[in-house]
């Protein structure tokens, strides 16, 4: 599956972005979706994570929960990032992945859990 990232740029803190991620080239709606972002100088960490069926099963990262959501369209093969309240923190190239898999709470937060990766698309939050 190709997955494709959208919808990054500047924004002052306290601003609101939505990120998209596009997939084509498989059954989108059989596929676990997340996000991953990478700050300049640091690893890639995990960000948010939906399983197939949408909203009952999402994780967050401790610190974007309540400020970020995650959710999916099935009908229009995309998953989406809001992202509320930024904070200059948030600053980072964010990538969404898939999986064939069920998203466990064992394994969500885990890069390797993942087999599927778009190109990032970069939010910058200014203060």
């Known amino acids: 599956v190709q997955l494709q990232a959208s919808g990054g740029g500047l924004v002052q803190a306290g601003g609101s972005l939505r990120l998209s991620c596009a997939a084509s080239g498989g059954t989108f709606s059989r596929y676990g979706m997340a996000w991953f972002r990478q700050a300049p100088g640091k690893e890639r960490e995990f960000v948010a994570a939906?399983?197939?069926?949408?909203?009952?099963?999402?994780y967050y990262a401790d610190s974007v929960k309540g400020r970020f959501t995650i959710s999916r369209d099935n009908s229009k093969d995309t998953v989406y990032l809001q992202m509320n309240s930024l904070k200059p923190e948030d600053t980072a190239v964010y990538y969404c992945a898939a999986t064939s898999q069920w998203i466990r709470s064992s394994n969500y937060y885990s890069s390797p859990a993942y087999d599927y990766w778009g190109q990032g698309t970069l939010v910058t939050v200014s203060s």
């Open positions: 939906i399983n197939w069926n949408g909203g009952g099963y999402t």
